[in-house]
């Protein structure tokens, strides 16, 4: 049974970092693909990066491409995102997923395992 657990939200102020973790477990994940997404209030579900498991490749929404950063450690199973110079329309709840496609991947509706998010609250 796949299981992914996110931590490392909070409540920051505008222009600060942070950096969220997705621990995965109960499957070997090198043939899986990994995604972040975040909600925010009265907004639909938002793709913003992803990751191969297996190669590392990362790709991401063009607006956040720069101020966002994807990696893996394999040794932990731990996926992270670091989001740096944090503006308060980052505010959302982040959601990490997996899934055994290689295709779509931009699209929430591609991914079958999903975390039970973290909030992100940044003030201005």
């Known amino acids: 049974q796949v299981q992914l657990v996110e931590s490392g939200g909070g409540l920051v102020q505008a222009g600060d970092s942070l950096r969220l973790s997705c621990a995965a477990s109960?499957?070997?994940?090198?043939?899986?693909?990994m995604g972040w997404f975040r909600q925010a209030p009265g907004k639909e579900r938002e793709f913003v990066g992803g990751?191969?498991?297996?190669?590392?490749?990362?790709f991401y929404t063009d607006s956040l491409k720069g101020r966002f950063t994807i990696s893996i450690d394999n040794g932990k199973n731990t996926m992270y995102l670091q989001m740096n110079s944090l503006k308060p329309e980052d505010t959302a709840v982040y959601y990490c997923?997996?899934?055994?496609?290689?295709?779509?991947?931009?699209?929430?509706?591609?991914?079958?395992?999903w975390g039970q998010g973290t909030q992100v609250t940044v003030s201005s």
């Open positions: 997923a997996a899934t055994r496609k290689g295709y779509y991947l931009r699209f929430a509706g591609a991914y079958d395992y």
């Open positions: 990751i191969t498991w297996s190669q590392g490749s990362t």
């Open positions: 109960g499957r070997t994940f090198s043939n899986y693909a």
